[in-house]
């Protein structure tokens, strides 16, 4: 027999013991079983600062030190303004 289930999502963190532990309290009382699937970002997972410094490094990237590839000056376009 198929249970009708909702999902609820929240956040938290896995304790040194391998215990999740939420952010806040669940929006319903219990006992009550549940099923959880849990999200992390992978271990191997590449942040910005690497990715940008593996790029600079890349012979596919070479060209753009060409002098001709400098189209652009400080004087060229607009400032941007991100004021509301």
Do not use: C
């Not at 289930?5 to 939420?22: C, F, P, R, W, Y």
């Not at 999200?39 to 060209?63: C, G, H, K, Y």
């Amino acid at each position: 027999m198929e249970i009708p289930m909702t999902a609820i999502e929240m956040s938290g963190m896995v304790d040194e013991h391998n215990q999740l532990k939420l952010d806040d309290s669940l929006p319903f009382s219990g006992p009550r079983r549940v099923r959880v699937i849990v999200l992390s970002p992978m271990d191997d997972e590449v942040d910005e600062i690497q990715w940008l410094q593996a790029a600079s490094r890349n012979p596919a990237f070479a060209f753009l030190a060409d002098l001709e590839e400098d189209i652009y000056s400080a004087t060229d376009g607009e400032p941007f303004n991100d004021e509301a």
